[in-house]
């Protein structure tokens, strides 16, 4: 009999390391920091997105400058050339024409190349702006994703040296427990939200707060294990 009521007083212990154990986890997985590393991990994917967009955009508008500034270049080659044939002379009066022609049709391409160009480079202002822009915001992001995952790591570290702590002592009550009690104590734990055993106190169990009658009380104790009649946790009385 004694070593049943030791058996159940040390299964109270057991109880509290761990709702010990429990309440660390909790605080382990609900860091208020959690939810801004959480929000700022996602704001970083979204400004990382959009610097490759605005990169990628940057890109293919100097290189656009490059090829229109090729193809200028080429046009004010032909232009020259077909001039000073023409300044040079000897053409029959409908070559020169159609010369002189072709030289206003270049002339004309060359300023609509020319406008290109210049749309083109206020275009690549406007996207260096951006990419600027976006860079700053995924530097400062980072920053802080990197502040929080340190404070996070420090937190966390000292949560989980209180919780080595408390398997521990967790690790030495168990063996003084029956097994069988112990496994029934676990399954309780389970099912009735991680308490599985309370103290009868005045006639109330300490699991589920209800009162217990002079006559249910007896029919407790009489039980292997004494068990709440209304929550079925098991009872220390």
Same mark, same amino acid.
């Given at each position: 009999?004694?070593?049943?009521?030791?058996?159940?007083?040390?299964?109270?212990?057991?109880?509290?390391?761990?709702?010990?154990?429990?309440?660390?986890?909790?605080?382990? =997985?609900?860091?208020?920091?959690?939810?801004?590393?959480?929000?700022?991990?996602?704001?970083?994917?979204?400004?990382?997105?959009?610097?490759?967009?605005?990169?990628?955009?940057?890109?293919?508008?100097?290189?656009?400058?490059?090829?229109?500034? $090729?193809?200028?270049?080429?046009?004010?080659?032909?232009?020259?050339?077909?001039?000073?044939?023409?300044?040079?002379?000897?053409?029959?009066?409908?070559?020169?024409?159609?010369?002189?022609?072709?030289?206003?049709?270049?002339?004309?391409?060359? $300023?609509?190349?020319?406008?290109?160009?210049?749309?083109?480079?206020?275009?690549?202002? =406007?996207?260096?702006?951006?990419?600027?822009?976006?860079?700053?915001?995924?530097?400062?992001?980072? =920053?802080?994703?990197?502040?929080?995952?340190?404070?996070?790591?420090?937190?966390?570290?000292?949560?989980?040296?209180?919780?080595?702590?408390?398997?521990?002592?967790?690790?030495?009550?168990?063996?003084?427990?029956? =097994?069988?009690?112990?496994?029934?104590?676990?399954?309780?734990?389970?099912?009735?939200?991680?308490? $599985?055993?309370?103290?009868?106190?005045?006639?109330?169990? $300490?699991?589920?707060?209800?009162?217990?009658?002079?006559?249910?009380?007896?029919?407790?104790?009489?039980?292997?294990?004494?068990?709440?009649?209304?929550?079925?946790?098991?009872?220390?009385?």
């Amino acid at each position: 009999m004694m070593e049943e009521l030791k058996s159940l007083a040390d299964l109270l212990d057991l109880q509290s390391v761990d709702l010990e154990i429990d309440r660390l986890l909790h605080e382990r =997985e609900s860091l208020p920091e959690l939810d801004s590393y959480k929000a700022t991990h996602e704001a970083l994917t979204t400004a990382n997105s959009r610097l490759d967009r605005a990169q990628t955009a940057l890109r293919e508008t100097n290189l656009a400058v490059d090829k229109t500034n $090729g193809e200028l270049e080429i046009a004010e080659e032909k232009i020259d050339r077909e001039q000073m044939r023409l300044y040079a002379g000897g053409l029959s009066a409908r070559d020169a024409d159609y010369m002189r022609r072709e030289v206003e049709m270049l002339t004309r391409k060359k $300023g609509e190349m020319e406008d290109e160009v210049l749309e083109l480079m206020e275009r690549s202002e =406007e996207q260096e702006a951006e990419v600027e822009a976006a860079s700053k915001e995924v530097s400062e992001l980072t =920053e802080k994703k990197n502040e929080l995952e340190s404070v996070i790591a420090e937190a966390w570290k000292g949560i989980d040296a209180r919780l080595v702590t408390k398997e521990q002592r967790k690790s030495a009550i168990v063996p003084l427990i029956d =097994e069988v009690l112990v496994e029934l104590y676990e399954d309780l734990r389970k099912a009735k939200g991680g308490v $599985g055993v309370g103290r009868l106190a005045d006639g109330t169990c $300490g699991g589920c707060h209800l009162r217990i009658t002079e006559a249910e009380e007896i029919d407790v104790r009489k039980s292997d294990p004494p068990r709440c009649i209304h929550c079925r946790r098991i009872l220390v009385v």
